[in-house]
C-alpha cells in the first residue's frame, strides 16, 4: 500500500493540528497502521498504533492523552489529532501501514511495518 501523511505545519506551544495518511493501490482495512516521528540524529520513535477495524489502539506514554489516533477504512485514510502540543514534539511524522489477517493487531515496533509514508514536518514553536 502506498501511504502520503500530509497536515504537518508550524504552530504555536498549545495548539492543535490533525495528521492526515491517506492510503493508495490496496484497501486500507487489511492493514494495521501506525504513526512514528523523527528528529534529526535519533532513532524513530512510536507514537500511536490502530487495529484494522480501529477497536484497538495503543498509544506512547510521551503522547498518551494528547494524540488520538483513528481511521476511516471507507476513505482509505489514518488520522493523528494532536493537542496541546509542545516544542518536543517537533520531527517529521511518519505513518506506517502493516498487513495482518487478525483483526485485533495492533504494532508498536518500526520493524513489524513494512510500508511507510513520505513524512511531514511537525514544527511547535514556544
Known amino acids: 500500500v502506498q501511504l502520503q501523511a500530509s497536515g504537518g505545519g508550524l504552530v504555536q506551544a498549545g495548539s492543535s493540528l490533525r495528521l492526515s495518511c491517506a492510503a493508495s493501490g490496496r484497501a486500507l482495512r487489511n492493514y494495521v497502521m501506525g504513526w512514528f516521528r523523527q528528529v534529526p540524529g535519533q532513532d524513530r520513535e512510536f507514537l500511536a498504533t490502530i487495529s484494522r477495524s480501529g477497536g484497538y489502539k495503543d498509544y506512547a506514554d510521551s503522547v498518551k492523552g494528547r494524540f488520538t489516533i483513528s481511521r476511516d477504512n471507507a476513505e482509505n485514510t489514518v488520522y493523528l489529532q494532536m493537542h496541546s502540543l509542545k516544542p518536543e514534539d517537533t520531527a517529521v511524522y511518519y505513518c506506517?501501514?502493516?498487513?495482518?489477517?487478525?483483526?485485533?493487531?495492533?504494532?508498536?515496533?518500526?520493524?513489524?511495518?513494512?510500508?511507510w509514508g513520505r513524512g511531514t514536518l511537525v514544527t511547535v514553536s514556544s
Open positions: 506506517a501501514g502493516a498487513w495482518r489477517s487478525h483483526s485485533n493487531v495492533v504494532l508498536t515496533d518500526t520493524g513489524s511495518y513494512n510500508d
